[in-house]
């Protein structure tokens, strides 16, 4: 079981936008801006594409963008194109004795 | 632009020790980044291992950290894991990645992955 809690699976049809949730606690996201997304296609590495809940890296399309309320950070993908079908992973700074904890994934499916 | 390469066997025995070693090329292993070790099962998700920074200090994960070591060759630009006494559940691809600790806790570079599968 995940420290952080991600749905296994949203999908959505080309131009829409979707949302991606993942909820902690106060020991994570709930107290600190940390959260990190990452994308990973089938056989891939993955690849950073959020960090401290609302940065994107260079090269990132601005289609990518985060936010945190409470505990649950989220994902939003706006104007979804195919090459989006992946899975997503939402890593957090924990002051637990583990430093980081991941999600357990969502797949996003482009209807 | 930083670039990450793991290496080493893709079959350990059950009870073994795993062995994997990652070279970073285009950034100094002693500039700035924490270097980790994330492990993914074949069809589950991502599990941070640990992380090293050039002068030793260490961070790992306490589910792993009786069987983990992670050290770093800042000469050969280089870091390595070992994890003992493996079993089947130990199967997974293993990437290495840099990880920018200082504020962020971000995992920025990543190796492609190796898998390493623990049968006998």
Not at chain 1, 11 to 36: A, K, L, M, W
Not at chain 1, 81 to 88: F, T
Not at chain 2, 46 to 57: D, K, P
Not at chain 2, 75 to 89: G, I, P
């Amino acid at each position: 079981q995940s420290a952080l809690t991600q749905p296994a699976s949203v999908s959505g049809s080309p131009g829409q936008s979707i949302t991606i949730s993942c909820t902690g606690t106060s020991s994570d996201i709930g107290n600190y801006n940390y959260v990190s997304w990452y994308q990973q296609h089938p056989g891939k590495a993955p690849q950073l594409m959020i960090y401290d809940v609302t940065n994107r890296p260079s090269g990132v399309s601005n289609r990518f963008s985060g936010s945190k309320s409470g505990n649950t950070a989220s994902l939003t993908i706006s104007g979804l194109q195919a090459e989006d079908e992946a899975d997503y992973y939402c890593n957090s700074y924990t002051s637990s004795s583990t430093l980081v904890v991941f999600g357990g994934g969502t797949k996003l499916t482009v209807l | 632009q930083v670039q990450l390469q793991e290496s080493g066997p893709g079959l350990v025995k059950p009870s073994e020790t795993l062995s994997l070693t990652c070279a970073v090329s285009g950034y100094s292993i002693s500039s700035g980044y924490y270097w980790g070790w994330i492990r993914q099962p074949p069809g589950k998700g991502l599990e941070w291992i640990g992380s090293i920074y050039h002068s030793g200090s260490t961070y790992y994960n306490p589910s792993l950290k009786s069987r983990v070591t992670i050290s770093v060759d800042t000469s050969k630009n280089q870091f390595s894991l070992k994890l003992s006494s493996v079993t089947a559940a130990d199967t997974a691809v293993y990437y290495c990645a840099s990880h920018y600790i200082w504020g962020s806790y971000r995992l920025d570079y990543w190796g492609q992955g190796t898998l390493v599968t623990v049968s006998s």
